[in-house]
């Protein structure tokens, strides 16, 4: 059809409708975004509050609780996760065995992501300096009142820090190491300390772990002792050492072992192992030239606030006797040098310990094809008491006369024996067997002569006696 217009429909324009994986998209960017946004703000709350006063406030509480004392610490540098504070200061509350504390350049490392577990957790602690002075047995304190924090002014008082609910006050630490760490004690009479050792902590829930190396250890009455390692384990109020190798010298070494009650109990019990220990230095001045060898055995150590006892048995490797009074009055009666001097291959003894007291018994002492002595000592405030049971081979007695019928009258073992008893001032010791073996010999001599005498009588009467036809 010509000269007319044709209209051709068109079909309705549509929207097409977004597709899924499109909304995911935008989902997901607007979390991000979300979550950016969230991340930014609780860093910033968290930077906010672990650079303020709340966070260095939370931080002295719980290492107060820890301790069972009330400190604070120096203010803290963060850097990161970093954190470092110049130090911590602390005295003990009353019942705890910590009298005061205190800790030098502090540094930690905090694992941000176990503040999702609710937790600040510690990575590593290091400590360049520890003091820590322990506190008297409860007796001597009992009456020392409990340290409190100053109660701030009212005008003084700081504006109370909000702290956002996600930000936790649980702290897990999983070990520390101290550089140089310093323990005292003070009990009057047994003063010491465990002076500048290296010490690594690892807590266990309740229990704390602590291995120490080097440093030195004093205690009031004893020699200064080089510490070559030990191992604890404290569960309030129980303290355990399992294992400890301490030196007095070169050789000369003692293992310590067992458990003290640091609580109102305040007791202890050791076991001792000592070895090489050479002898002199502990002898009475007297007798430190005539004496000596290195010590070997082990003690149990026992008490509490006011009993002390050490109990165990030595053995003397290397001992040797030389110029002892009484044993130059047994040369010189027997005319034996060897007497003089001599080494011991056996000499050993089970004792007792208490402060101003201490008591050998079971002692046995042998120099082989000489002489043995077997008996009991003890020494109380410096005065000695001894009775032993001494036996010298038979060939030594044929200078003395009348010693084999009148003192050394039994015979076993290979030796004569007689018993011989000490007593008086360690330095100054009297003994009863000199006096025996003279009165022994003059003895002898009365009836010899005696009998000499007789024997002469007899045959001058003899002589004269008529004779019988």
Known sequence: MRGHAYLVAMPP??????????????????????????YLAASYALNRYLHGEAFRALLGEKTSASLAADGHYEPIQISGFSFYSDGYTARGLSGSPIQAIKADQIRAEFEPAALFEGAWKIGSVQIQRVKVDLREPISATAAEPAPTAPSP?????????????????????KAAKIEEA?????????????NRTRLLLEPNGHVLNATGYGGTLTQAGLPTLNVDHFKIRYHHPQLYVTDSLLQL?????????????????????????????TISPYLPADWRAGVSGKANGEARVTGDGST????????????????????????????????????????EADYVWTPGKLVFSNLNAESEGLIR???TLSVENGHAQ???????TPSSLKWLPGSRNRVFTQEH????????????PVNHMNEDLTARLTAAAGEELIEGVKGSIENGVKSLFDLIKPQSR
């Not at 002014?153 to 897990?172: D, G, L, M, N």
């Not at 003692?254 to 019990?269: H, K």
């Open 249 to 277: 010298g070169e050789g000369e070494a003692l293992d310590v072992s067992g458990q003290a009650d640091l609580g109102l109990a305040r007791s202890f019990d050791f076991l001792v192992k000592y070895s090489g220990v």
């Open 182 to 194: 310093t323990l005292t004690w003070s009990h009057p009479g047994r003063e010491g300390a465990l």
């Open 413 to 424: 073992d290979g030796y004569a024996w007689t018993s011989l008893k000490v007593s008086g």
């Open 373 to 375: 002595i077997s008996g």
């Open 308 to 347: 002390l006892q050490a109990a165990g048995n030595v053995a003397l490797t290397g001992a040797r006797l030389e110029a002892l009074p009484v044993l130059e009055k047994i040369a010189a009666f027997t005319r034996t040098r060897q007497f003089r001097q001599f080494t011991l291959q056996k000499a």
């Open 386 to 392: 001894g009775d032993f049971q001494i036996g010298v």
């Open 153 to 173: 002014s009212p005008t003084a008082a700081p504006s109370p820090v909000k702290i956002p609910s996600w930000i936790p006050s649980r702290f897990e630490l």
């Open 13 to 38: 324009i549509r929207k097409t409708a977004p597709r899924w994986g499109t909304l995911v998209l935008r989902f997901g960017i607007g979390l991000v975004i979300l979550g950016v946004a969230a």
